[in-house]
């Protein structure tokens, strides 16, 4: 990679090089955060496997404290109705 704002003036002013620039490198930054705080978070359901909690079971928990209480009840329903209807409750 050209590290030299000024490779291409023909292309992009040096003002819209240097925003490019920093926009790449700013997404690059938060990439590596992004990675960092991933492998955080693989680390804590390590440990919660660790002391006997089921992984799976934790995510779907994470995953419906995420939804809006009107949505998970009609999810909910749905779900009834479907079992229901296939006569599995």
Known sequence: MADDASAHPDVLGANAQGQLKSIIERVERLETEKSEISEQIKEVF????????????????????????????????ILDLYLSAIGEV
């Not at 079971?57 to 809006?68: G, H, N, Q």
């Open 46 to 77: 390590a440990e919660a496997k660790g002391n006997g909690f089921d992984v799976k079971v934790l995510r779907r928990v994470i995953r419906i404290r995420k939804m809006d209480r009107a949505r998970r009840q009609e999810e909910d329903a």
